[in-house]
């Protein structure tokens, strides 16, 4: 099957002999390659790492429509868990020359780990899990019935892309599912401006849970990039610094957020948890703090707060 620049074909011991590739010497690599599908690409590239680079976004892209393809076949039950094939972690690169053999390497991708819980977790003697122990508390209320349903529904709304973010391959899905998760924390279906309003209920957020505000600019230009991603045609748009950082943000939005509905819990509805967060008093001091900062991004969610009423 050719999907230029991608053709998917069998990768048997002759083909990987012709692409000159030793699997002999290398067992790991024939277990992976050899008698496999794989995905060949031709693409232009200064470098064999920037080929890799270019060849894997065109290899995802047509892999993608492979799924659809299987999918979309009527007379077949075929179920999307059925579709949930990878790129392997190993790849070959070899020059578009005469006699050219074949360089083979691996890059990290995605693959299941275990997890073990069978013994009495330790958090002194494994900091990882002792973190883990700890944030999991902070979530409890949205399990434990602490929030009312409806609002504790909202929220683990917003977890559950949190967390699906995690699972995404590429960092571009990965800001789209962190804004969705942004949007069901802090925006409603009345907001016009949604960058703004979200920009600006972390600030108030921020001043009211932690009496501390850090730097609007970054939020704000990290929910443009959405729009970028979802409504423009190039690809790649943001990189693992982006996805990093808005995870950050989102998260501590929830936690922040969790942590608020603790000290008032007669707070029953979204629309209510917004509004106590934005008192006439805390958007006085966010907008205090804003007169440090100028540029348009800052002019808008200083406007924003200015005549949106809360």
Request: charged residues 25%; positive net charge; hydrophobic residues 45%.
């Amino acid at each position: 099957m050719e999907l230029r620049p991608v053709t998917f074909a069998h990768f048997d011991a002759a083909a990987a002999a012709a692409w000159g590739l030793d699997v002999a010497a290398i067992p790991a690599l024939g277990a992976e390659l050899v008698d496999r599908l794989v995905g060949i690409v031709n693409v232009r590239a200064g470098s064999r790492d920037k080929a890799v680079e270019r060849a894997t976004v065109e290899f995802d892209t047509a892999l993608s429509a492979l799924r659809v393809s299987l999918s979309s076949f009527p007379r077949f039950g075929i179920h999307d868990w059925q579709l949930l094939q990878r790129r392997s972690e190993v790849h070959a690169v070899k020059r578009a020359r005469p006699g050219e053999r074949a360089l083979p390497g691996w890059r990290r991708g995605f693959k299941i780990s275990p997890l073990d819980f069978r013994q009495s977790p330790d958090p002194a003697a494994d900091p990882l899990l002792g973190h883990a122990l700890t944030t999991a508390a902070q979530l409890k209320p949205l399990f434990d019935g602490r929030i009312a349903g409806k609002l504790a529904a909202q929220l683990r709304r917003a977890l559950d892309a949190i967390g699906g973010s995690i699972t995404r391959e590429r960092d571009d899905d990965k800001v789209v599912d962190l804004c969705t998760a942004l949007e069901a924390l802090l925006a409603t279906k009345a907001d016009r401006r949604k960058a703004e309003a979200i920009t600006a209920r972390r600030l108030l957020l921020a001043a009211t849970v932690r009496d501390a505000i850090s730097s609007p600019f970054e939020l704000y230009g990290l929910y443009l990039l959405r729009s970028e991603v979802v409504h423009g045609s190039s690809r790649d748009v943001c990189g693992p610094t982006e996805a990093r950082l808005l995870f950050r943000i989102a998260f501590e939005v929830l936690v922040d957020l969790v942590a608020f509905l603790q000290q008032d819990p007669v707070i029953t509805r979204h629309a209510g948890l917004l509004q106590a967060i934005d008192t006439p008093a805390t958007r006085a001091k966010v907008l205090g703090f804003l007169d440090a900062w100028r540029g348009e991004p800052i002019d808008r969610v200083r406007e924003w707060l200015s005549t949106v009423a809360p």
